[in-house]
């Protein structure tokens, strides 16, 4: 697979990734900007106008996280801070500490360009990414005795899309993305995969002993995870 990069007036950058064997055409976000696979040989022009029909679709699903100087992201243990600096013009700096952990853009970054976005947004996960056991282990390790549980070991994983995990030798995983949830999703995920200490699959049985941890939230606290609107861009 092959991959290029066009402009387009409405997307802006789209990066095309040519693909083999397959007649599949299929556009998403990612990472902020627009991926669109083709089959191998597809002309430019039939490029473009394949945009222009996943317009509409893919503007009303564009991810909806802006940034702005003076912004705070207010979370459950720490708080991040954007704000600008011109010592160093042409970088971002950072700093992991809590409770309060400072984003400060350099005054030559433009804050209406999608490149300095995502820029942002990647300073923002490598600052979650350091400080996210002093956050996470700790709590975690709190609502495992409160429910029973003592799991072999925890560890913070790097993914984005999962955002918890157990294997069989009750090691539970926890992305280090969960310090963006507000406390009771946060929670949830982790008494999500306490529950499979016992229960190591989704039957009716997990989902009764879930549900006991979350006083018969379980629902509820489903649908406002799936509809969570995230403040970074998760890759």
């Known amino acids: 697979m092959a991959a290029g990069e066009i402009s387009h007036k409405d997307l802006g950058r789209v990066i095309v990734n040519v693909r083999r064997?397959?007649?599949?055409?299929?556009?998403?976000?990612?990472?902020?900007?627009?991926?669109?696979?083709?089959?191998?040989?597809?002309?430019?022009?039939?490029?473009?106008?394949?945009?222009?029909?996943?317009?509409?679709?893919?503007?009303?699903a564009r991810p909806a996280v802006r940034f702005h100087i003076g912004q705070r992201i207010e979370l459950p243990d720490v708080t991040f801070e954007l704000r600008r600096q011109s010592v160093a013009p042409d970088k971002i700096l950072a700093g992991a500490t809590l409770p309060v952990s400072y984003i400060e853009i350099g005054s030559c970054f433009d804050m209406e360009s999608p490149d300095t976005a995502l820029h942002i947004n990647d300073m923002l996960l490598r600052v979650a990414r350091r400080i996210a056991p002093r956050i996470l282990m700790p709590h975690a390790r709190r609502l495992a005795a409160l429910t029973g549980h003592a799991p072999m070991a925890w560890q913070v994983s790097g993914g984005h899309r999962t955002l918890g995990s157990c294997n069989a030798k009750g090691i539970i995983s926890l992305s280090y993305v969960l310090i963006f949830l507000p406390a009771d999703l946060r929670d949830f995920v982790i008494l999500h995969e306490l529950a499979h200490l016992l229960e190591m699959n989704h039957s009716p049985q997990f989902h009764a002993l879930l549900d006991s941890y979350l006083g018969g939230s379980e629902a509820i606290l489903t649908r406002r995870l799936r509809t969570y609107r995230w403040p970074i861009l998760r890759k």
Do not use: H, Q
Not at 32 to 60: H, M, Q
């Open 21 to 60: 064997n397959t007649s599949r055409i299929s556009a998403r976000w990612k990472s902020g900007l627009v991926s669109l696979n083709v089959p191998a040989g597809t002309p430019v022009a039939d490029i473009n106008r394949l945009l222009d029909d996943f317009t509409p679709r893919l503007l009303a």
